[in-house]
């Protein structure tokens, strides 16, 4: 199984960003899809999640502002971000629970900074 996360950067408060992760190894479109951040001297937290059947959830801090959705025909799934804060700011992680194991991407870098 192989995730790959891109899509992060340097962005100014307001500002959008797209977060996209790449699946392989798993059947995706059957598959709940995740998105974790961490930030510095933080615990990694869940941000958003999407099920198989395209329900998500999203902590409190992001509805609103945060979209995930997925394209089962890319094995992509995607994190839309918008109104972006300086909290924002962390290493934000894809996740793939997978017959009984949790599955990672390599993490891609979101700072919110002006």
């Known amino acids: 199984v192989q995730l790959q996360a891109s899509g992060g950067g340097l962005v100014q408060p307001g500002g959008s960003l797209r977060l996209s992760c790449a699946a392989s190894?798993?059947?995706?479109?059957?598959?709940?899809m995740r998105w974790y951040r961490q930030a510095p001297g933080k615990q990694r937290e869940l941000v958003a999640f999407i099920t198989s059947g395209g329900m998500t959830n999203y902590i409190n801090s992001v509805k609103g502002r945060f979209t995930i959705s997925r394209d089962n025909a890319k094995n992509t799934v995607y994190l839309q971000m918008g109104s972006l804060k300086p909290e924002d700011t962390a290493v934000y992680y894809c996740n793939a629970p997978y017959r009984g194991h949790d599955y990672w991407g390599q993490g891609t870098q979101v700072t919110v900074s002006s």
């Open positions: 190894g798993i059947i995706f479109s059957i598959n709940t």
